[in-house]
């Protein structure tokens, strides 16, 4: 079964802005700073999104390190091939666990909401369950941090 993490992110800008924004090399880059990732690193290349980046496992429950060990590799792709749309894939290389979904945009009235529907799936018996719960929180304050980034980003705009 897997873990259901569904987000709503609202920007006053346009779904073009939006779009444009999450889809530039350096806004992406920013939102890593803004993470405090130890090494990361984007592409972006005819609408696809690759986000490569590698957090220290620091503050994870001792179960979780024993897993991951002192640092975990994540990376992410999202396939924009339309303004409105991205599918949507994170992997922890090596590790039995990724996420899987969507992207979507949708303007109204001059402001654009995106929302990000992943299932987390952990693929070990027993602390499976306690891992996705630990990933979508993560997940949770990635997007937060990049929401607050993107607010910031298309005010300077």
């Known amino acids: 079964m897997g873990k259901r993490v569904v987000k709503e992110l609202t920007y006053d800008a346009s779904l073009e802005e939006v779009a444009a924004m999450l889809t530039d090399r350096a806004f992406r880059e920013r939102v890593l700073e803004r993470m405090h990732v130890v090494r990361g690193h984007v592409t972006v290349e005819d609408g696809v999104v690759t986000i490569e980046q590698v957090q220290s496992s620091s503050g994870l429950p001792s179960f979780a390190t024993k897993l991951v060990g002192d640092e975990i590799r994540i990376v992410q792709v999202e396939a924009w091939r339309i303004p409105e749309h991205a599918d949507v894939e994170v992997s922890i290389p090596g590790k039995p666990a990724e996420m899987a979904g969507t992207a979507t945009l949708v303007e109204s009235g001059g402001r654009t909401t995106e929302r990000v529907d992943l ?39």
């Open 119 to 157: 299932e987390v799936t952990v693929r070990l018996p027993l602390v499976g369950g306690k891992i996705e719960g630990l990933v979508a929180d993560m997940l949770g304050r990635a997007l937060d941090t990049e929401h607050r980034t993107g607010v910031e980003w298309l005010a300077s705009r």
